[in-house]
Nanobody
């Protein structure tokens, strides 16, 4: 099994930056893709960014050019650098890991962007 722990959430003003971290442990050798999703109150969970073991990245159109996902220690530690934050980025952000036949989720970390 894979355990995911997120950190780095908080409250910032529009235009500010935050960095989210996700640490994976357990059966990490089965993980093929890791990424970040977010969910605002009353909304469905949506994709933010993903990264593969080979380093290929994918971003939602709404964050492209503002957010950057990166991997460290192979794929056991993933960072989401968020710049130029907007109020609509406010949500609970969840780390996600996809294995051969499994899907894992972290507990989530709150990101709030407001004046």
């Amino acid at each position: 099994q894979v355990q995911l722990v997120e950190s780095g959430g908080g409250s910032v003003q529009p235009g500010g930056s935050l960095r989210l971290s996700c640490a994976a442990s357990g059966s990490i050798f089965s993980v093929n893709v890791m990424g970040w999703y977010r969910q605002a109150p009353g909304k469905e969970r949506e994709l933010v960014a993903t990264i593969t073991r080979g380093g290929s990245t994918n971003y939602a159109d709404s964050v492209k050019g503002r957010f950057t996902i990166s991997r460290h220690n192979f794929i056991t530690f993933v960072i989401l650098q968020m710049n130029s934050l907007r109020p609509e980025d406010t949500a609970v952000y969840y780390c996600n890991a996809v294995g051969d036949s499994e899907n894992y989720w972290g507990q989530g970390t709150q990101v709030t962007v407001s004046s």
